[in-house]
């Protein structure tokens, strides 16, 4: 393999100047090339707006405790893009990364494949060269049309759907419903989180046209003893769980993973249950950074940061909140402004070093508009550096808005 990993490696990230295309052609046609590993692999899909992420990390994490070895994917990644292909928890190397590079370079550039695509193959790849025993697999956008859309899994789950990349997937909730409902697979098992009517019914309809059994994991079912800035404490069916992810959201996450990790090991030992859960951790997700109460949240839709929200007001309720809010330009951030405005005591803007996201300038425009008290950092660091003002010091303080601007979040900490 030749030595020049770094060179391989940017061909890789090359390939996000193709953006994003929907449609399986162009992911089957790449992964008939390098021998169809993924009709090989055991899958479990999941889809959703909010909380995919971590419903996987959740299977994947009661699965490796089982004795499994089990292959992970997820996107976007925090870091460093190694995060989004594990297996049994470790990262693939850039060597393995390189390696895939730089095989199947002349496949890649024949047929034209996005980054996207690209990852979801060598994904595959990797899991088929690993040996997994199953593989969690998170699609990337959407479902129908996504990319990881190509396997035929053991079983299927959709975790919260809200709105969110409207201009791809469409403009109502029905639309998106439908476009998530895509990953149902003929006679496959799907098992979806509650949620709103409309929702269900359109999920009911596709899962009775593919003869899929699905199973609603209901609110009812779950019995919350306490939600604290250390997790929840909740029971559910016979389970007794003590969850280390905050909010009540990840409480249903983590309901739906149990049931779909219970299909896959056709029951679940109580103790092996809770080892598993003991050891979660989910970086990015209401994480705190600093005893003086500052949090980061990768949450950047509507639904996502309502949530995020609740969470706050639920283990700080007589605190104000001050947020520094960094988000990419694509989102409805008019319908966010109506929860900044009703819950921000304050925002700061600002824009990521490598100019991805939202500029400063308009989101001034927008936060202005909607009459937000805001002001403006130069930069991620200097946001937090104003976050950390001894004026604020009794709020609670909430890095929220995006994945990317993660690496700049964790070096300030």
């Known amino acids: 393999m030749s030595s020049n990993i770094e060179a391989l490696l940017e061909d890789l990230f090359i390939l996000q100047r193709l953006g994003i295309k929907v449609g399986l052609d162009h992911t089957e046609k790449l992964l008939n090339a390098i021998g ?7 899958c479990i899909h999941i889809a959703g707006t909010n909380g995919k ?52 370079m002349s496949h890649i550039k024949k047929i034209k494949s996005t980054f996207f695509e690209t990852t979801t193959a060598m994904a595959f790849d990797y899991f088929h060269k690993k040996s997994v025993d199953i593989a969690v697999i998170e699609t990337g956008l959407g479902g129908r049309l996504d990319s990881t859309n190509v396997i035929s ?15 791809i997937l469409g403009g109502t909730i029905e639309k998106i419903s439908k476009e998530k409902a895509g990953i149902i697979k003929k006679n496959t098992p799907i098992y979806i989180s509650q949620q709103d009517d409309n929702i269900v019914e359109i999920i ?17 079912n779950i019995d919350l003893n306490m939600s604290h800035n250390l997790g929840s404490v909740f029971k559910y069916k016979d389970y007794n769980i003590k969850l280390p992810l905050i909010g009540g959201h ?15 090991l056709k029951g679940i030992d109580e103790k092996m249950l809770n080892r598993a859960i003991s050891k979660l951790s989910w970086p990015g997700r209401m994480e705190k950074l600093s005893k003086k109460n500052i949090y980061y949240d990768v949450a950047h839709n509507y639904d996502g940061i309502r949530m995020l929200i609740k969470t706050i007001i639920k283990i700080h309720p007589k605190k104000k909140i001050t947020g520094l ?30 100019k991805y996201l939202s500029s ?10 909607n009459k937000i008290n805001f002001s403006k950092a130069e930069s991620v ?20 808005g995006s994945h990317y601007i993660a690496n700049e979040v964790y070096s300030e900490f």
């Not at 300038?361 to 202005?368: A, F, G």
Request: proline share 2%; glycine share 4%; with cysteine.
């Open 360 to 369: 400063v300038r308009s989101l001034s425009k927008v936060l202005k508009n």
């Open 153 to 167: 899994p053991l079983v299927c789950g959709i975790t919260s759907i809200s709105l969110d990349h409207s201009d």
């Open 53 to 104: 992420g971590s419903t996987c990390a959740i299977i994947t994490r009661i699965l490796i405790e089982s004795g499994l070895n089990v292959g992970l994917y997820t996107s976007p990644h925090l870091i460093k893009f190694n995060e989004r292909i594990q297996v049994n928890n470790q990262k693939i190397s850039d060597n393995d990364i390189a390696f895939f590079m730089e095989q199947n």
């Open 250 to 264: 990840q409480v249903y996450n983590c309901a739906l993973a149990i049931d779909i990790a219970e299909f896959v």
């Open 204 to 220: 009911k309809k596709k899962s009775a046209e593919k003869n899929a059994p699905l199973t609603i994991i209901k609110s009812n």
């Open 381 to 400: 660091k200097d946001g937090i550096k104003k976050l950390k003002d001894t004026k604020i010091r009794d709020n609670v303080k909430l890095i929220f």
């Open 36 to 42: 169809d590993p993924h009709l090989n692999l055991n």
């Open 325 to 354: 809010l960094c988000i990419k330009a694509d989102k409805k951030i008019e319908t966010i402004c109506e929860l900044l405005k009703k819950h921000f005591a304050k925002i700061i803007i600002c824009q990521d070093e490598k």
